[in-house]
C-alpha cells in the first residue's frame, strides 16, 4: 500500500508521542486526521489541541464513515484493538505506525537516531541543527514537544533529509515470538546509536538478543555512527564518538557553570569550544553524536556548535517545571537505570550546594524486576529518594514478586539511603507540599505520569 493514496485516517492510539508525531506528518501532507484513545491527558494534549483534531474515548466506538485507513500503535492491543479489528473487517486498510512512518522517510536521505537513553535528544538536535541551516528536513521524534520547533513531527516533501527517532520496541508486543521491531521498515543513510543496552525485558531475552536486533539494524544504513564504548559489539563499520582519544570525535574537557555547561571536543585534529544551555555530561556526548552526524552531510562543526547553543532540550527532558517556595523541580524521561544515572551527575553538576531529592516511578514490572540491581544502584548519588507505584504496562500482568516499597528497602539497605514508596501521585504531591524545604530540588523520573503530580505541588 502506499500510504499517500489515502486522504481520511484514524489513529488508534493518538495521544501516543509516535502516533501524535503521526498526525503531524500526515496533516502537512494534507490528509484529514481523527483518532481514539484513553481520556487522561498526555504529554502531547498541547499539540494534540493546536492541530484540533477529533479524538474518541472509546476503542469501541464505530470509526468515521469516510476513514480509507487506519494506523495502530503497540499500546492499546495493537492489531487486536477493536477498532483495528473492525477496520479490517470492513476491508479498510489497517497499518502499524512503525510501517507508516517508514513509508515516508524511505522516500527521503534518512537519519535515524536510536539506542537506550538520548535518542530523543540527538534526534531533536540534529533536527534542529538542520532546521537553524535553513534545511527544512522532515522528522518524526518522539517526545511531547521541542520549544523552538514547537511541534515533534514535520512532512516536508521537497526536504533533502528526514530525522526519526528509530525505536527497538516492537508493534506487535502479543506476539512474543514473531515480534517485530519497530526500527526493521527504516531504511536510513546514516544511523546513530547512542547508547547499546539492554531494556524491553518483556520483549528482549538478555544483552545478546537486544545487539542481535541492533546489529540488523545496523547493516540497513549506508553509514553508521557508534557511542565509542559500544564500537566492539558492532559488526559493521563505523565512526565513533566518546571520551577518548580513540573515537573519531572525541570529548576533551567538560565543566559545569550555572545555567549551561563548556566543553571541548576534538574532531579530525581541530579542537571546538562548546557551550550548551542544558545540564550534563550526557547532553554534551549527545552533542557530539549530533555534530559527528551533521558532519557526514557537509555541515561544518562550528555551524553545528553554533547553532547548538541555542538549543533548549525537549520535554520531559531534564525539563526545568519551575520553582515554588525555594523548591526548585525538575522532570525527566528516564527510565532505564544507565538514564538515571546519567540525569543524576547532570543534577549534582547543576545544583551542586543543594540537597538533591529523586522521585521515581518505575515504568513496567518486567523491566523492574530484570534490572532490579541495576536499579538499586542508579540512586546512589541523591541525598533522598521517593517512589511511587510501579506504572505498568497494559501489556503486562501485575508481579506480586517486584514492587516500588521493595525496591526503595533494597536501596535503605545497601547504600543507608532514605527511600520511601509514597504509592501515588496524590502521596508524593502531599508530601512535596509540607516537607520539601527552601533549597531542595526534586526531579521526577520516569516513562509514565509521574510528571503530572507537578500539577498538583
Same mark, same amino acid.
Given at each position: *500500500?502506499?500510504?499517500?493514496?489515502?486522504?481520511?485516517?484514524?489513529? !488508534? @492510539?493518538?495521544?501516543?508521542?509516535? *502516533?501524535?508525531? *503521526?498526525?503531524?506528518?500526515?496533516?502537512?501532507? @494534507?490528509?484529514?486526521?481523527?483518532?481514539?484513545?484513553?481520556?487522561?491527558?498526555?504529554?502531547?494534549?498541547?499539540?494534540?489541541?493546536?492541530?484540533?483534531?477529533?479524538?474518541?474515548?472509546?476503542?469501541?466506538?464505530?470509526?468515521?464513515?469516510?476513514?480509507?485507513?487506519?494506523?495502530?500503535?503497540?499500546?492499546?492491543?495493537?492489531?487486536?484493538?477493536?477498532?483495528?479489528?473492525?477496520?479490517?473487517?470492513?476491508? !479498510?486498510?489497517?497499518?502499524?505506525?512503525?510501517?507508516?512512518?517508514?513509508?515516508?522517510?524511505?522516500?527521503?536521505?534518512?537519519?535515524?537516531?536510536? =539506542?537506550?537513553?538520548?535518542?530523543?535528544?540527538?534526534?531533536?538536535?540534529?533536527?534542529?541543527?538542520?532546521?537553524?541551516?535553513?534545511?527544512?528536513?522532515?522528522?518524526?521524534?518522539?517526545?511531547?514537544?521541542?520549544?523552538?520547533?514547537?511541534?515533534?513531527?514535520?512532512?516536508?516533501?521537497?526536504?533533502?533529509?528526514?530525522?526519526?527517532?528509530?525505536?527497538?520496541?516492537?508493534?506487535?508486543?502479543?506476539?512474543?515470538?514473531?515480534?517485530?521491531?519497530?526500527?526493521?521498515?527504516?531504511?536510513?543513510?546514516?544511523?546513530?546509536?547512542?547508547?547499546?543496552?539492554?531494556?524491553?525485558?518483556?520483549?528482549?531475552?538478555?544483552?545478546?538478543?537486544?545487539?542481535?536486533?541492533?546489529?540488523?539494524?545496523?547493516?540497513?544504513?549506508?553509514?553508521?555512527?557508534?557511542?565509542?564504548?559500544?564500537?566492539?559489539?558492532?559488526?559493521?563499520?563505523?565512526?565513533?564518538?566518546?571520551?577518548?582519544?580513540?573515537?573519531?570525535?572525541?570529548?576533551?574537557?567538560?565543566?559545569?557553570?550555572?545555567?549551561?555547561?563548556?566543553?571541548?571536543? +576534538?574532531?579530525?585534529?581541530?579542537?571546538?569550544?562548546?557551550?550548551?544551555?542544558?545540564?550534563?555530561?550526557?547532553?554534551?556526548?549527545?552533542?557530539?553524536?549530533?555534530?559527528?552526524?551533521?558532519?557526514?552531510?557537509?555541515?561544518?562543526?562550528?555551524?553545528?556548535?553554533?547553532?547548538?547553543?541555542?538549543?533548549?532540550?525537549?520535554?520531559?527532558?531534564? $525539563?526545568?517545571?519551575?520553582?515554588?517556595?525555594? !523548591?526548585?523541580?525538575?522532570?525527566?524521561?528516564?527510565?532505564?537505570?544507565? $538514564?538515571?544515572?546519567?540525569?543524576?551527575?547532570?543534577?549534582?553538576?547543576?545544583?551542586?550546594?543543594?540537597?538533591?531529592?529523586?522521585?521515581?516511578?518505575?515504568?513496567?514490572?518486567?523491566?523492574?524486576?530484570?534490572?532490579?540491581?541495576?536499579?538499586?544502584?542508579?540512586?546512589?548519588?541523591?541525598?533522598?529518594?521517593?517512589?511511587?507505584?510501579?506504572?505498568?504496562?497494559?501489556?503486562?500482568? +501485575?508481579?506480586?514478586?517486584?514492587?516500588?516499597?521493595?525496591?526503595?528497602?533494597?536501596?535503605?539497605?545497601?547504600?543507608?539511603?532514605?527511600?520511601?514508596?509514597?504509592?501515588?501521585?496524590?502521596?508524593?504531591?502531599?508530601?512535596?507540599?509540607?516537607?520539601?524545604?527552601?533549597?531542595?530540588?526534586?526531579?521526577?523520573? =520516569?516513562?509514565?505520569?509521574?510528571?503530572? !503530580?507537578?500539577?498538583?505541588?
Amino acid at each position: *500500500m502506499n500510504l499517500l493514496n489515502y486522504d481520511n485516517f484514524y489513529l !488508534v @492510539g493518538i495521544k501516543g508521542v509516535a *502516533m501524535t508525531s *503521526m498526525a503531524q506528518l500526515l496533516i502537512d501532507a @494534507g490528509k484529514h486526521i481523527a483518532g481514539s484513545d484513553v481520556e487522561e491527558n498526555f504529554v502531547t494534549q498541547e499539540i494534540l489541541e493546536k492541530l484540533n483534531v477529533k479524538i474518541d474515548t472509546d476503542f469501541k466506538i464505530n470509526l468515521p464513515k469516510k476513514t480509507d485507513c487506519v494506523i495502530y500503535t503497540a499500546a492499546h492491543q495493537a492489531n487486536e484493538n477493536p477498532q483495528v479489528r473492525a477496520a479490517v473487517a470492513q476491508n !479498510v486498510p489497517v497499518i502499524s505506525q512503525a510501517e507508516a512512518v517508514a513509508q515516508l522517510f524511505n522516500q527521503q536521505r534518512g537519519i535515524a537516531v536510536c =539506542g537506550v537513553g538520548g535518542k530523543s535528544t540527538v534526534s531533536a538536535m540534529i533536527t534542529w541543527i538542520l532546521q537553524e541551516q535553513g534545511l527544512k528536513p522532515s522528522f518524526s521524534i518522539g517526545v511531547g514537544n521541542i520549544p523552538g520547533l514547537n511541534k515533534t513531527g514535520q512532512w516536508s516533501p521537497q526536504a533533502r533529509y528526514f530525522v526519526i527517532e528509530a525505536d527497538e520496541y516492537v508493534i506487535n508486543p502479543q506476539q512474543e515470538t514473531k515480534a517485530i521491531p519497530r526500527f526493521t521498515f527504516l531504511k536510513p543513510y546514516l544511523t546513530i546509536c547512542t547508547n547499546l543496552k539492554f531494556d524491553h525485558p518483556d520483549v528482549y531475552r538478555d544483552f545478546e538478543h537486544t545487539q542481535q536486533v541492533f546489529n540488523k539494524f545496523f547493516a540497513q544504513a549506508e553509514k553508521l555512527i557508534i557511542n565509542d564504548q559500544d564500537k566492539n559489539l558492532v559488526k559493521q563499520p563505523c565512526l565513533t564518538f566518546g571520551e577518548t582519544p580513540e573515537a573519531d570525535l572525541y570529548l576533551k574537557s567538560y565543566r559545569s557553570l550555572a545555567g549551561k555547561t563548556i566543553s571541548q571536543f +576534538v574532531y579530525q585534529d581541530q579542537t571546538y569550544n562548546l557551550i550548551l544551555q542544558i545540564p550534563g555530561k550526557f547532553n554534551v556526548l549527545n552533542a557530539l553524536a549530533a555534530i559527528l552526524a551533521v558532519a557526514q552531510i557537509d555541515i561544518d562543526p562550528q555551524q553545528a556548535v553554533d547553532t547548538l547553543s541555542g538549543f533548549q532540550s525537549t520535554k520531559r527532558r531534564f $525539563e526545568f517545571i519551575g520553582e515554588k517556595n525555594g !523548591v526548585k523541580y525538575y522532570d525527566d524521561y528516564a527510565h532505564h537505570p544507565h $538514564e538515571i544515572k546519567a540525569v543524576i551527575a547532570a543534577l549534582k553538576d547543576w545544583c551542586p550546594d543543594q540537597k538533591k531529592i529523586i522521585a521515581f516511578q518505575s515504568h513496567t514490572y518486567s523491566r523492574t524486576k530484570k534490572l532490579f540491581n541495576e536499579f538499586i544502584d542508579a540512586f546512589k548519588d541523591v541525598d533522598q529518594v521517593l517512589m511511587i507505584d510501579i506504572f505498568s504496562s497494559a501489556r503486562e500482568k +501485575v508481579d506480586l514478586s517486584v514492587s516500588s516499597t521493595k525496591l526503595c528497602e533494597a536501596i535503605v539497605s545497601k547504600h543507608n539511603l532514605p527511600a520511601h514508596n509514597l504509592e501515588s501521585i496524590q502521596n508524593l504531591a502531599k508530601y512535596c507540599r509540607k516537607q520539601l524545604k527552601r533549597g531542595n530540588v526534586l526531579i521526577t523520573v =520516569g516513562a509514565g505520569d509521574i510528571y503530572q !503530580v507537578h500539577e498538583l505541588i
